[in-house]
């Protein structure tokens, strides 16, 4: 195995280093904006999206989570209770876990409208 020459390696960083100063300056040529003209535009939606859009997803990840990852969850630390109980090991940790996620579970169940 050969080593590589310093100087050779040193000049390929500093052409990286130049391509990527470059890029960077010229970046904002070409990319694309909406322009709302001179004032700011609060309350407006970019083209495309609703205003309310981060409600709705962050509600939308309530959902998921209440729907979808605390039955697993909870049907996990069951399995989890049955294989320490097996083992002779503790359970109360994994039997409270499922049933919190049960909780969230069912809260989540009955919130939805």
């Known amino acids: ?15 990286v280093y130049v391509l990527a100063i470059c890029s960077f300056q010229l970046s904002p ?3 694309n904006a ?10 407006q939606a970019v083209q495309g999206q609703t205003a309310a ?14 729907n979808v990852i605390s039955p697993v969850g ?3 630390a069951v399995v ?4 320490s109980y097996s083992q002779g090991r503790g359970v109360a940790r994994w039997a409270v876990t ?15 409208s």
């Open 1 to 15: 195995m050969k080593l590589s020459d310093w100087r050779n390696t040193h000049l390929r960083l500093a052409v």
């Open 29 to 31: 040529l070409v990319s």
């Open 34 to 43: 909406q322009n709302l003209g001179q004032s700011p535009q609060t309350g």
């Open 53 to 66: 859009q981060p409600e709705g997803t962050v509600l939308n990840l309530v959902n998921w989570v209440g």
């Open 74 to 76: 909870a049907a996990l």
């Open 80 to 83: 989890m209770a049955v294989v």
């Open 98 to 112: 499922a049933a919190g996620l049960l909780v969230i579970a069912f809260e989540g169940s009955t919130t939805d």
